[in-house]
C-alpha cells in the first residue's frame, strides 16, 4: 500500500491492544491502516498471548450452541476464533472504531458481529444475552464509573445468565489508578471487586477465582475472575 508515514499504524510494541495478525486496509474514514502483530521488547509474547487467550477459557466454560455471547470489551476481536468450536452467535464491542474494523476483516467470518461500544456510557438491550465477557476491561475505567457498568452488563443477561469479568488486583492495596500501567485507571482490590459485584449480583451466586501472572508492565500480579450467576 505504500509508504507507511501517513499511516495509522496499530500494534506493533503497543501494550494497550493485542493484535495477533497483521492486516493493512482502508478505514472508513479513508485513513491508511497498518496493523502488526504485537510484539512488545523484551516481553515473552508466547506467555502474553496464551495468557490472554486462556482468559476466554473461563467464559467458553458457560458456551454452548447458538447461545448469544457478548464479548465488551473485545479488543482486536480474537476471542470470536477461540470460542468458535462452541458455535455461538458471537457479539463483540469495542470503542476504538479503527479496532472495530479490523475485527470485522479479521474475525468476522467466525459468526461474529461488531460494533463500538463505551465501557463508560453502556448502552445495551436488556435480557439480550446469554452469556457476557468482560475481560481486562473493568480496570480501563474510573472507579466511579464501574457501578454503572456491572449494572448494565447484569440487565443484559436474560435470567440465569453469566457474566465473567475479569481484572488485575491493585498491587497497591487500594483501589484507584495503576502506578505501574497508564491505562489502567480504576484498579481494585479483591475486597472491593467483590464488593462491586456483590451490588448487582446475590452475592451467594459469584465465585471469584484468582491466577498469578506476570503482566506486559513485568510485574507479577494476581488476575482476578469474578463469574456471576444472574438469578433466573
Same mark, same amino acid.
Given at each position: 500500500?505504500?509508504?507507511?508515514?501517513?499511516?495509522?499504524?496499530?500494534?506493533?510494541?503497543?501494550?494497550?491492544?493485542?493484535?495477533?495478525?497483521?492486516d493493512?486496509?482502508?478505514?472508513?474514514?479513508?485513513?491508511?491502516?497498518?496493523?502488526?502483530?504485537?510484539?512488545?521488547?523484551?516481553?515473552?509474547?508466547?506467555?502474553?498471548?496464551?495468557?490472554?487467550?486462556?482468559?476466554?477459557?473461563q467464559?467458553?466454560?458457560f458456551?454452548?450452541?447458538?447461545?448469544?455471547?457478548?464479548?465488551?470489551?473485545?479488543?482486536?476481536?480474537?476471542?470470536?476464533?477461540? @470460542?468458535?468450536? #462452541?458455535?455461538?452467535?458471537? +457479539?463483540?464491542? /469495542?470503542?476504538?472504531?479503527? &479496532?472495530? !474494523?479490523?475485527?470485522?476483516?479479521?474475525?468476522?467470518?467466525?459468526?461474529?458481529d461488531?460494533?463500538?461500544?463505551?465501557?463508560?456510557?453502556?448502552?445495551?438491550?436488556?435480557?439480550?444475552?446469554?452469556?457476557?465477557?468482560?475481560?481486562?476491561?473493568?480496570?480501563?475505567?474510573?472507579?466511579?464509573?464501574?457501578?454503572?457498568?456491572?449494572?448494565?452488563?447484569?440487565?443484559?443477561?436474560?435470567?440465569?445468565?453469566?457474566?465473567?469479568v475479569?481484572?488485575?488486583?491493585?498491587?497497591?492495596?487500594?483501589?484507584?489508578?495503576?502506578?505501574?500501567?497508564?491505562?489502567?485507571?480504576?484498579?481494585?482490590?479483591?475486597?472491593?471487586? @467483590?464488593?462491586? #459485584?456483590?451490588?448487582?449480583? +446475590?452475592?451467594? /451466586?459469584?465465585?471469584?477465582? &484468582?491466577? !498469578?501472572?506476570?503482566?506486559?508492565?513485568?510485574?507479577?500480579?494476581?488476575?482476578?475472575?469474578?463469574?456471576?450467576?444472574?438469578?433466573?
Open positions: 500500500m505504500g509508504s507507511d508515514e501517513q499511516a495509522l499504524l496499530l500494534g506493533g510494541s503497543d501494550k494497550e491492544r493485542l493484535y495477533l495478525k497483521d493493512e486496509f482502508v478505514s472508513e474514514t479513508g485513513t491508511r491502516v497498518v496493523v502488526k502483530a504485537t510484539d512488545i521488547p523484551g516481553v515473552d509474547m508466547r506467555d502474553t498471548v496464551a495468557r490472554h487467550k486462556a482468559r476466554y477459557f467464559l467458553g466454560l458456551c454452548r450452541p447458538d447461545l448469544r455471547v457478548l464479548d465488551f470489551p473485545c479488543g482486536s476481536g480474537y476471542a470470536a476464533e477461540i @470460542l468458535a468450536p #462452541l458455535h455461538i452467535n458471537y +457479539n463483540g464491542l /469495542d470503542f476504538d472504531k479503527t &479496532t472495530v !474494523e479490523y475485527a470485522r476483516r479479521i474475525y468476522g467470518r467466525f459468526r461474529a461488531y460494533a463500538v461500544g463505551d465501557l463508560c456510557n453502556p448502552e445495551l438491550a436488556p435480557e439480550s444475552y446469554d452469556v457476557v465477557g468482560c475481560i481486562e476491561g473493568l480496570e480501563h475505567i474510573e472507579l466511579d464509573r464501574q457501578d454503572r457498568l456491572i449494572a448494565a452488563l447484569h440487565d443484559a443477561l436474560v435470567p440465569g445468565g453469566v457474566l465473567v475479569s481484572s488485575p488486583e491493585a498491587r497497591s492495596g487500594v483501589s484507584g489508578p495503576s502506578a505501574d500501567n497508564a491505562y489502567h485507571l480504576g484498579e481494585l482490590t479483591r475486597t472491593d471487586f @467483590l464488593s462491586l #459485584l456483590s451490588r448487582h449480583f +446475590n452475592p451467594d /451466586d459469584i465465585e471469584v477465582v &484468582t491466577q !498469578e501472572a506476570t503482566l506486559t508492565t513485568g510485574f507479577r500480579n494476581t488476575c482476578l475472575f469474578g463469574i456471576c450467576h444472574k438469578s433466573a
